[in-house]
């Protein structure tokens, strides 16, 4: 069974750092890419990072470039992304999700439950 499970939320005052974690299972974790999805409240799925199976290639939504990195250890089956100057509109639940491929040509199949990133004075 496929299982992802996000952790490092929390409530960060703006300009503060914060760094996410998601540990697979299920499934052979280096041969995918993945990708960290949020979720602002009352708006709908912003897909904000991706990085290939090996990490040697992301890619980022602009509003995010020079604050957040993704990262991953395959070794520990585990992604990564960190948040540096958060602003209050980063403010949501942030999803980690599998690709279906080695590369994120194709879509996400299986994401996990979300971590709550507040950004609030």
């Known amino acids: 069974e496929v299982q992802l499970v996000e952790s490092g939320g929390g409530l960060v005052q703006p300009g503060g750092s914060l760094r996410l974690s998601c540990v697979a299972s299920g499934f052979t974790f280096s041969s995918y890419a993945m990708s960290w999805v949020r979720q602002a409240p009352g708006k709908g799925l912003e897909w904000v990072s991706a990085?290939?199976?090996?990490?040697?290639?992301?890619s980022s939504i602009d509003s995010v470039k020079g604050r957040f990195t993704i990262s991953r250890d395959n070794a520990k089956n585990t992604l990564y992304l960190q948040m540096n100057s958060l602003k209050p509109e980063d403010t949501a639940v942030y999803y980690c999700?599998?690709?279906?491929?080695?590369?994120w040509g194709r879509g996400m199949d299986y994401w996990g439950r979300g971590t709550l990133v507040t950004v609030s004075s």
């Open positions: 990085i290939n199976s090996i990490g040697g290639s992301t």
């Open positions: 999700a599998k690709f279906t491929s080695s590369g």
